[in-house]
């Protein structure tokens, strides 16, 4: 099946650094990706749009600055937390859309735990 | 905008029963999908079952079916012969139609905890 890489899958980091998530989609291309961000014991909750080319799509709330995306190649997405904060600890997760036409179209990748110190 | 309902925050089964787990959404399309993923304690998202609105028969998957009632907005998850191994969270996600081609985002339920036990 199709495989999505995300990496790293955990980092902590000081307070004001700022930290790069990647998320790889290794045996096919993905127009569109999503970046989804999970608290403990919580839901998804979709943070942005990230697609191929062009300016990601941020759901209201989310700090443009704050969480950069960018998505130059159709097998890679970065969510960059620019000047990380303790209350930007967080399981951060990612999305690829494959654009062949199969049966399942979304996978995901094994997420990235952010703790901020 | 859609939303999704999930009102069971935990629920627990013994291993080889039976247990479902219950799902409403809202919307105003007519063509959408949804989903069923399970979350175990490692976090990867896994999909457990799709629906596709404009299909009357419920999607079955092994162990796993579901119970679709559009017209009610219902989408209800049936586990049998409960494992161990299905100890998870349960996300149920809707996701408008698409054209070939596009894709659309995913909206979560705040999922229900399952505990299967011995």
């Known amino acids: 099946g199709a495989v999505v890489s995300q990496h790293p899958s955990r980092v902590i980091c000081k307070s004001g650094t700022s930290v790069k998530i990647e998320c790889r989609s290794l045996d096919f291309q993905a127009t569109t990706m999503f970046w989804y961000r999970q608290f403990p014991k919580q839901s998804l909750m979709l943070m942005a749009t990230s697609n191929e080319g062009s300016k990601a799509t941020y759901e209201q709330g989310v700090e443009k600055d704050k969480f950069l995306i960018n998505h130059a190649s159709l097998t890679l997405s970065t969510l960059t937390v620019t000047s990380a904060h303790p209350e930007d600890s967080s399981f951060y997760i990612c999305s690829a859309h494959n654009n062949r036409p199969t049966n399942e179209k979304l996978f995901f990748g094994s997420g990235t735990q952010l703790s901020v110190l | 905008a859609q939303t999704v309902t999930q009102s069971q925050p935990e629920m627990s089964v013994q291993e080889a029963e039976t247990v479902t787990l219950s799902c409403t959404y809202d919307t105003s399309e007519n063509n959408y999908y949804l989903f069923w993923y399970k979350q175990p304690p490692s976090r990867q998202m896994i999909l457990v079952i799709r629906?596709?609105?404009?299909?009357?028969q419920n999607a079955t998957e092994n162990r796993f079916s579901v119970n679709f009632q559009k017209a009610a907005k219902s989408f209800s998850l049936k586990i049998s012969d409960s494992q161990l191994g299905d100890t998870a969270m349960y996300f149920c996600a809707f996701m408008k139609h698409v054209l070939q081609g596009g894709s659309e985002k995913l909206v979560f339920g705040k999922g229900t905890k399952l505990t299967v036990n011995p």
């Open positions: 629906q596709e609105a404009y299909k009357q």
